[in-house]
């Protein structure tokens, strides 16, 4: 897997290796046709560029009530949409939930991260670079930055 490490010029970001690729399109796939992983879903979210949607299995994270999406691998393709789009739809199978999507600041995602990092770790703790759930507020927070987090509200 390539890793772009955080710099001015250059946001955090760990590209998947052409295995994690293809898991991801099975994962997807799966997603689309009624079968979630784990809880994970299949997020559409508008191209900022193309206006094409752009699919992309993700791990919808609940935490006192409210959802959120956690980017692990950093400052990704789908995170540079969002930010642009606002919203987008979670699907599994014929069930879409479409909903609208604002950015935490660093300072709010410390407990968010941490129970992320409970329920998804054994699948993403490779992108944190040591911090875990186990790590201390300070770790959680130093890393915040290089992983995005979104709060979604449903629609009706």
Do not use: C
Not at 8 to 15: D, F, G, V
Not at 127 to 144: H, M, P, R, W
């Amino acid at each position: 897997m390539g890793v772009v490490m955080s710099s001015s010029s250059s946001p955090y970001y760990i590209q998947g290796s052409p295995m994690t690729v293809r898991f991801n399109n099975v994962i997807g796939w799966l997603a689309r046709h009624g079968l979630s992983f784990a809880g994970s879903a299949e997020l559409s979210v508008r191209g900022r560029k193309s206006g094409v949607m752009q699919r992309i299995p993700v791990n919808p994270h609940t935490y006192e009530g409210e959802r959120y999406l956690v980017s692990a691998r950093g400052h990704s393709q789908w995170v540079r949409n969002m930010r642009a789009a606002g919203g987008g739809e979670l699907r599994v199978g014929r069930k879409v939930r479409t909903f609208t999507a604002v950015e935490l600041p660093e300072a709010e995602k410390v407990a968010v991260v941490r129970t992320y990092l409970e329920r998804w770790g054994w699948q993403v703790d490779a992108y944190f670079a040591g911090v875990t759930a186990k790590s201390s507020d300070a770790e959680i927070l130093a890393a915040a930055p290089d992983h995005p987090v979104f709060r979604i509200t449903v629609a009706d």
